[in-house]
């Protein structure tokens, strides 16, 4: 719920609090028949489920997608993880798989992926197609990280972009074009031909007044804004990443599970004040998050801004 009633809790408290769950939350999703195995990007969230996970399985099968270097440079060499997901491998002794996505497997895959997703989608899907294929080799269940973002505020540039408005109205459109910048509406017919009957009547800022409208006469302050921006993206861009998730795992008879989408969690996220996961700065450094990485890593060493209150509770499990 978008106004939830907060929590009666101070920041350490509240860190404190998330731990608990968190950890309650992995050794749930760690019930099972089967042999289960996590993901291990190198960041934070998938990192600390892993942490917690190999305490109760030893030797816990860990995967980690990679890109084959050798015809990049520069900028793009930050993209790829193994660096750092070996680093936690060997710090939680996991048995460590990587798979290496070479030039031409993406065009290799492309038919197989389309079919078991269907329709366009939010989401890395051939790097998710190919690691659940791996993966799948291995175990039959695996964890994976999703969700942290979404409920504590892992983007900060999206939320920031439109937040300080102080008009409802203004705020929806500009936040549309925000999100509806890939293809227009009026492109979007001839986009989507083999079913254009179907969609004569779609229109992108519906959806967007459907989400969040309902919600206008709760809106009184920028903190509002920025919360309503993590609400939308929670019951659109999360949904979105998880179809993809469920679909490109399923293809390969995998499960996935997602530790932070606790219904605890979850709950305990939509109380926690804005404070808990944004600085909300006044002086906000502005990017563009279709740039190369290397500019969301300057955002944060700037800021340390986004998931404040992950960032300190998992400390425990992540350097």
Same mark, same amino acid.
């Given at each position: 719920? $978008? ?7 101070? #920041?350490?408290? !509240? ?10 939350? @992995?050794?749930?999703?760690? @019930? ?50 193994? /660096?750092? !997901? ?13 798979? @290496?996505? /070479? ?17 366009? =989608? ?9 690691? !659940?294929?791996? !993966?799948? &080799? ?10 942290? +973002? ?17 008009? $409802?109205? %203004?705020?929806? +459109? ?6 509806? =910048? ?7 017919? *001839? #986009? ?7 969609? %004569?009547?779609? +229109?992108?800022?519906?959806? #967007? ?25 929670? %019951?659109? #861009? ?18 996935? =599970? ?5 219904? +605890?969690?979850?709950? $305990? ?5 804005? /404070? ?5 700065? %006044?002086? $906000? ?8 990485? *290397? ?6 060493? /700037? ?12 400390? &425990?499990? @992540?350097?």
């Amino acid at each position: 719920d $978008f106004c939830s009633k907060k929590i009666n809790l101070n #920041f350490d408290e !509240a860190c404190q609090k998330f731990k608990y769950l968190f950890d309650r939350s @992995v050794k749930r999703q760690l @019930v099972s028949d089967v042999e289960i195995g996590s993901y291990l990007s190198g960041g934070i969230d998938s990192g600390s489920i892993t942490s917690v996970a190999s305490k109760y399985i030893d030797k816990l099968k860990s995967f980690t997608c990679g890109f084959d270097l050798e015809q990049v440079s520069n900028l793009e060499l930050n993209y790829d993880e193994r /660096k750092s !997901a070996r680093k936690m491998s060997s710090l939680f002794q996991t048995q460590h798989y990587e798979s @290496v996505l /070479k030039p031409g497997d993406m065009e290799r895959i492309i038919p197989k992926l389309s079919w078991h997703l269907e329709e366009p =989608r939010i989401g890395q899907s051939y790097p998710n197609f190919h690691i !659940a294929n791996y !993966a799948s &080799k291995f175990v039959k269940v695996v964890l994976s990280g999703t969700g942290g +973002d979404e409920l504590f505020g892992g983007y900060p540039w999206r939320y920031y972009l439109k937040g300080n408005q102080g008009n $409802f109205s %203004k705020f929806l +459109d500009d936040y549309h074009n925000y999100w509806q =910048r890939l293809i227009k509406n009026k492109d979007i017919l *001839n #986009f989507m031909m083999p079913i254009k009957k179907e969609i %004569k009547d779609y +229109d992108t800022s519906l959806l #967007f007044k459907n989400v969040i409208s309902k919600h206008s006469d709760k809106v009184s302050s920028n903190d509002d804004y920025i919360n309503l921006s993590l609400y939308f993206e929670c %019951k659109t #861009f999360l949904h979105s990443l998880l179809i993809v998730e469920d679909k490109l795992s399923m293809a390969h008879s995998l499960e996935t =599970r997602y530790p932070f989408l606790d219904n +605890d969690i979850v709950d $305990f996220a939509m109380k926690c004040p804005l /404070k808990f996961k944004l600085k909300n700065l %006044k002086n $906000f450094i502005s990017i563009d998050e279709n740039e190369f990485r *290397n500019k969301q890593d300057l955002f944060f060493l /700037k800021t340390n801004d986004g998931k404040k209150l992950l960032r300190k509770s998992l400390l &425990k499990y @992540v350097p």
